[in-house]
């Protein structure tokens, strides 16, 4: 049986984790807050992770563009207990990812843009 559109977005989000080990959890979700796929660990509210994503995904692109900075590329946020990177995949969704404090940030970034490419042909 061939596996469903979310279970190859989920085979890729455990793909990118597999391959950034720094990465601790991540998601895909709609532009318009809505969880497409995640590999988030047991107990998150993807509810709440998608909304703030979308939210955040947002501002970040109306900040660039006002700031005059250009297309938004990511968004990331430290805090001490690790970060939270977004990017934009196409027009229509984001990919979040939570890293590790001590993460490897090249690593995770250019993990990140890879998966972004695989995910855009399968969005």
Excluded: C, W
């Excluded at 596996?3 to 959890?25: C, F, H, K, M």
Aim: charged share 25%; hydrophobic share 50%.
């Amino acid at each position: 049986m061939a596996a469903s559109r979310t279970d190859r977005l989920t085979e890729s989000l455990r793909n990118l984790q597999a391959g950034a080990t720094d990465i601790e959890a991540s998601a895909i979700v709609s532009v318009d807050g809505l969880i497409i796929a995640s590999a988030l660990p047991a107990g998150s509210e993807e509810d709440r992770v998608s909304a703030m994503s979308a939210a955040m995904l947002s501002l970040g692109e109306r900040i660039a563009i006002e700031l005059g900075r250009g297309s938004l590329e990511q968004v990331y946020i430290k805090g001490d207990k690790g970060y939270v990177i977004l990017m934009a995949i196409g027009e229509e969704a984001v990919l979040t990812a939570l890293a590790r404090h001590n993460a490897k940030l090249g690593l995770v970034f250019l993990e990140m843009r890879r998966a972004v490419d695989t995910l855009n042909t399968l969005l």
